[in-house]
Nanobody
Framework: QVQLVESGGGLVQPGGSLRLSCAAS????????MGWYRQAPGKERELVAT???????DYSDSVKDRFTISRDNAKNTVYLQMSSLRPEDTAVYYC??????????WGQGTQVTVSS
């Protein structure tokens, strides 16, 4: 079993920045892919960004060029740097880890609110 703990969410003004962290309870070295997803009220959970073990990244069109996903294997942590935030970025952000074994784990989520 792996626990993923997100942190870094909060209230930010439009145009501001936040960095989310996702700390895993065990090594992410053997992770096939890590991802950030978000779910706004009344909407389905959607993919925000993914990072494969090979270093490939993918972003949804709505966050491309504004968000950056990265990882620190030594800290077993994945980050999501968010800039130029918009009110429509308001959501609960979740971290997902898919291991090479096929096991998938989710964090509990962290709230991001973009409002003036």
């Amino acid at each position: 079993q792996v626990q993923l703990v997100e942190s870094g969410g909060g209230l930010v003004q439009p145009g501001g920045s936040l960095r989310l962290s996702c700390a895993a309870s065990r090594s992410i070295f053997s992770v096939k892919a890590m991802g950030w997803y978000r779910q706004a009220p009344g909407k389905e959970r959607e993919l925000v960004a993914t990072l494969t073990s090979g270093g490939s990244t993918d972003y949804s069109d709505s966050v491309k060029d504004r968000f950056t996903i990265s990882r620190d294997n030594a800290k077993n942590t994945v980050y999501l740097q968010m800039s130029s935030l918009r009110p429509e970025d308001t959501a609960v952000y979740y971290c997902k880890a898919q291991y090479l074994t096929g096991a998938i784990y989710w964090g509990q989520g962290t709230q991001v609110t973009v409002s003036s």
